[in-house]
């Protein structure tokens, strides 16, 4: 019997850095993506997130049990939810320092193994839409994505104090002689927010670097 793929175990460069800044180069990795807009408090944020793992465990499910697998197929263990943040045009012109969270704007998504083709991800994208109708399937992506050079560290506490961690981050930044393409950056979610103390929340911060 095949051993499970935890990405945990594998890919901790990827996924489990240590809390202080260090430099990665992020390859190509192929997603399922949904874009929104708005504070990530209210309660239309958890439909997105729903949406995704939906779809995520309906992949990984029917996977393990079709006869016929994938090329390369082994059962694995559904990757965390990653999040890539901006603020909206308007706030952007009009920026004072502070963020106002319902002027966010996101992408939400899940990594999916490199064995998920996008002809499999539309099977189950309609399978998913007769079973669990929901309006924001429709907007659903499967996209590959390249992050490039990054310098990411492990966030440990509340999501309104990351900017602490973002300044140790920028800080390093200047010591390696590296810039910070924008104020863009990427959260992996390793803890769940609604069964973790908000002090204990664990949360990789990622943003690019030239």
């Not at 939400?108 to 193994?113: A, S, T």
């Not at 002809?119 to 590959?144: C, I």
């Amino acid at each position: 019997m095949a051993i499970k793929y935890e990405w945990r175990k594998k890919e901790k460069l990827v996924y489990l850095p240590k809390n202080k800044p260090e430099i990665i180069d992020v390859p190509a990795y192929q997603f399922i993506s949904i874009r929104g807009a708005g504070n990530p408090n209210s309660p239309l944020f958890s439909e997105y997130i729903g949406v995704l793992y939906s779809l995520s465990y309906a992949i990984k499910m029917t996977l393990k049990k079709l006869d016929n697998q994938a090329p390369n197929y082994v059962d694995y263990t559904v990757y965390p939810l990653e999040g890539v943040w901006d603020i909206n045009e308007v706030a952007k012109k009009n920026f004072s320092g502070t963020i106002n969270k319902d002027d966010l704007v996101f992408k939400l998504m899940i990594r999916q193994p490199d064995f998920i083709s996008q002809a499999f991800f539309e099977e189950m994208l309609t399978l998913v839409k007769k079973k669990k109708p929901h309006k924001f399937l429709e907007q659903v992506q499967f996209e590959k994505i390249t992050e490039g050079k990054c310098i990411q560290m492990l966030h440990i506490g509340s999501y309104d104090k990351e900017s602490e961690s973002f300044q140790l981050m920028e800080a390093f930044a200047d010591t390696q002689n590296l810039t910070r393409r924008s104020k863009v950056h990427r959260e992996i979610y390793l803890s769940d927010f609604r069964k973790v103390a908000e002090e204990k929340l664990k949360t990789v911060l990622r943003f690019k670097v030239d």
